[in-house]
């Protein structure tokens, strides 16, 4: 276990330190002075000028880095040019919205996936199976966005029974934040029901025609029991590990539902960042997401490790 | 190709993207109205005679819009997945033929790159370069192109141990030479068949980039544009958010059932 965790630590350091090179890399994308593209669209002299002395502009490459990279250790992602205010300060204060819809979107994903995986695995090649993977493939088909504007249709325009967008705090009024978030959480949970619903067939399908659920079975164990006791709860350390790695289509699927629903979170703190032309904040967010990933990853690795003993050798 | 055609789900797949792909070809000659041309008296008309699909805020008409909208979508797909292609297959060569601390430095970027979300760094990489279709293009192609580097590595990892590879070895062919006529032709199909799956994953970013506004600008037309405007407007005219939704639903589909099918009927074992 030692081993193989001081092997895994030894290639994050080099995996982190390419994502800061990426990261910082971005900025020498952006066409002209960067100090010009930074200021934004008013490019008042003074600004410009108080750009160039902080990000050292007039200093070679591999300095700015070094600047940039000694701040970001120290917690400082740079400041926002529109908000005036500090990423770090910006990221954590949009961060509990999208962790909301994050949570509820991958409980409505957890419930709709492995219930379809379960029972296209147990009715293998009949019209339920069919009717399972007919639904994953739809889901990795709909665009978010578009599926997120049919239901607005839908339940706001016709039935009139969900608000179409906005956003209210849990603290405020939980009935009318629940209201506002089963819509989004649907939607971003939908393309992850997908991929879940495939990876617990498959992962089913293994586990049922091992030996002891063969052995379950011949001691005239209850189908049910044997379904959900014995061949389930196998089935679920593959699924619910590669679950983690979905953290990615779960952010990635928050920037387009957040903004369709016009939710203040993460996905919608990139968006507006983008149209403001406030790059801090977008190098800021990438940098927050690929971190958190990696810490994922890792976690994810590890209580694979954990629960399956077979890996401890 | 025998076992391909005998798969429903990846002809009508293929039928489905031929399909698009002579709409777009075609689009000047069967696209009945000029998709730029404003009508301000037919503003948010339903769909009808006149316009089948309806018309849009500006009065422009919707199918028109659809068909030469069209091309941004299949050319997002194919362009981008090019790109990917150019530059995964050749790094992946070199990190699994070579090995050592080229694969190493190789494989901490890749996953450096793999640890940003997909979206989120196309997101990213056109919000610098800037918004317009070629550069959404470029972010998609560059932010695809790790999982092409990874599955040419592994695959070329499987591939240098085989028997015909040590055999190549032995008769002194150049290591240049072993890795383009030996080991490359045994690895092409896992490499179509990811293809195919990330043009459709390809076209829904595109859409996704040029609904955030960083791919197609307006008033060219693009699925994803339109959908962008639909937004705002779909209590009145939703005819303006069901016809391109349903495209790039349908594109993006038959891109993935037909990807599905290659996998069956290229590499049974990958079932």
Known sequence: MQKYLLQRLATLVPTLFFVSILIFGLQQLLPGDPAIALAGEERDPAAVAYLRAKFHLDEPLPLRYWYWLSGVLHGDLGDSVRIQKPVTELILEKLPVTIQLAAMAMLIALAIGITAGVVSAVKKDTAWDYAANAFALWGLSTPNFWLGILLILFFAVHLGWLPASGYVSPFEDLKANLAAMIMPAFVLGNAIAAVLMRHTRSAMLQVLSSDYVRTARAKGLNERVVVLKHALRNALIPIITLGALEFGTLLSGAVLTEQVFSIPGFGKLIVDAVFNRDYSVVQGVVLFTATVYITLNLLADMAYFLVNPRMRG | ?271
């Open chain 2, 1 to 271: 190709m025998r076992r391909l055609l005998r798969r429903g789900g990846a002809m009508f797949g293929l039928a489905v993207v031929a399909f698009f792909v002579l709409i777009a070809l075609l689009a000047p000659w069967i696209a009945p109205h000029n998709p730029l041309a404003t009508n301000w008296g037919a503003v948010r008309q339903a769909p009808g005679a006149a316009y089948l699909f309806g018309a849009d805020e500006l009065g422009r008409d919707v199918l028109s819009r659809i068909i030469w909208g069209a091309r941004a979508s299949i050319l997002a797909g194919v362009v981008s997945v090019s790109i990917s292609l150019s530059l995964g297959v050749p790094i992946g060569m070199l990190a699994g033929y070579l090995g050592r601390w080229v694969d190493a430095l190789i494989s901490r970027i890749t996953d450096a790159m793999l640890a940003c979300p997909f979206l989120i760094l196309a997101i990213a990489l056109a919000a610098f370069l800037g918004p317009s279709l070629a550069n959404a293009m470029i972010a998609i192609g560059i932010s695809a192109t790790p999982v092409f580097i990874r599955l040419t590595r592994a695959q070329v990892l499987a591939a240098k141990s085989e028997d015909y590879v040590e055999a190549a070895r032995a008769l002194g062919n150049p290591h240049l030479r072993i890795a383009l006529r030996h080991i490359f032709p045994n690895i092409v199909a896992p490499l179509i068949v990811q293809a195919t799956l990330a043009i459709a994953a390809a076209v829904i970013a595109e859409a996704s980039l040029s609904f955030l506004g960083l791919g197609q600008q307006p008033p060219a037309p693009s699925w994803g544009s339109m959908l962008n405007t639909a937004r705002n407007y779909v209590d009145q005219a939703p005819w303006m958010a069901v016809w391109p939704g349903l495209s790039i639903f349908l594109l993006v589909l038959s891109f993935n059932l037909l990807g599905d099918g290659l996998r069956d009927a290229l590499d049974p074992r990958q079932k």
